[in-house]
């Protein structure tokens, strides 16, 4: 029993793994497609957000399934209760992923995306996919060190966040109100998805250190950098 208990607790970690590299995909194949104006490329990334979904929606069965059976206490209860509140975190992000796809769906045929902001959103879909590879690193290899990192790493996500609006705010934009609004929200979709893979990693920090990562606060420096190009799934 206490095998069976324990290779559960396991599938759920697995569980969270996956979900983590899908959600990383989906905001690499999203950023290519709002680039692209590729509408097959976004329709596949709003219809992949299910599969997230069901995912989530099966851990948390098999959660509160092992929370009711076996009344977990201590580390285990902690792996349960971290558990569900990371696959919140990674079920959003994908919804985060699949709002990025939707704006191309809405401006196609045209280009979401005015060509000189392409290189800030470039750098913005690859760095948000690389913080959510080190996340689901992070959740296979309980590192907490490199958990902590992700919180600085999160730096460049803010810094190219803020580069958008200076071009928002500068006073020779000339692509509209409607390309405006497009970018801000664009900007608040790869700001937040970043976060949720920054909270990822602080749960996994409370797993295995019982401690909330802000207490914490080691003297980490960020190895992330933003870099051009996005990988593909």
């Not at 976004?42 to 399934?65: F, P």
């Not at 709002?99 to 401006?107: I, M």
């Not at 692509?175 to 497009?182: L, Q």
Request: net charge negative; proline share 3%; aromatic share 4%.
């Amino acid at each position: 029993m206490r095998d069976a208990y324990h290779e559960e607790l396991d599938s759920i970690g697995d569980s969270l793994v996956e979900m983590a590299r899908l959600v990383g995909s989906a905001i690499g194949r999203a950023t290519a497609a709002i680039l692209d104006a590729d509408l097959k490329l976004a329709e596949s990334v709003i219809e992949g957000d299910e599969k997230v979904d069901d995912l989530q929606h099966d851990l948390e069965a098999r959660a509160i399934a092992l929370l009711a059976r076996q009344q977990p206490v201590a580390t285990d209860l902690r792996i349960v209760v971290t558990s569900l509140r990371m696959s919140a975190d990674l079920e959003r992000s994908g919804d985060l992923a699949q709002h990025v796809a939707k704006l191309t769906r809405l401006r196609y045929p045209a280009r979401a995306i005015p060509q000189d902001l392409h290189a800030t959103i470039l750098e913005m879909g690859q760095l948000a996919q690389r913080l959510m590879a080190k996340a689901a690193e992070v959740i296979v290899t309980k590192d907490v060190d490199l958990a902590m990192q992700l919180e600085q790493d999160d730096d460049a996500m803010d810094l190219l966040h803020r580069t958008l609006f200076q071009h928002l705010m500068d006073e020779r934009w000339k692509h509209g109100i409607e390309t405006a609004v497009d970018v801000t929200l664009l900007g608040r979709y790869y700001e937040r998805y970043a976060d949720h893979a920054v909270a990822v990693a602080k749960r996994v920090v409370y797993l295995v250190t019982g401690e909330h990562a802000d207490e914490l606060q080691p003297d980490i420096q960020p190895d992330i950098q933003p870099v051009s190009g996005v990988e593909g799934a």
